[in-house]
């Protein structure tokens, strides 16, 4: 696979696990702007992650997600 049709795969797979990842969000923050603007953020590190050695990806946005948001709380 090229490198655009490897990120237009990648991309896909982020776009599929956005609504489960805003819902998470929401849930722990409690603003759906909040929410998702952390899923934005999460899509910023996918982006720069090397996705050849994440081997559950959706695993690993649900820990990013998480881990934004928890640092959100905290630096309320």
């Not at 237009?8 to 909040?34: H, I, K, N, Q, V």
Request: hydrophobic letters at 45%.
């Amino acid at each position: 696979m090229d490198s655009i049709a490897t990120d237009r795969f990648d991309t896909s797979r982020f776009e599929a696990s956005r609504s489960r990842l805003a819902s998470l969000a929401y849930r722990l923050l409690g603003s759906a702007a909040d929410a998702e603007d952390a899923v934005q953020d999460a899509f910023l590190h996918w982006q720069g992650a090397d996705r050849q050695r994440i081997k559950v990806p959706e695993a690993w946005l649900t820990k990013v997600v998480t881990n934004l948001c928890l640092d959100r709380l905290r630096s309320a």
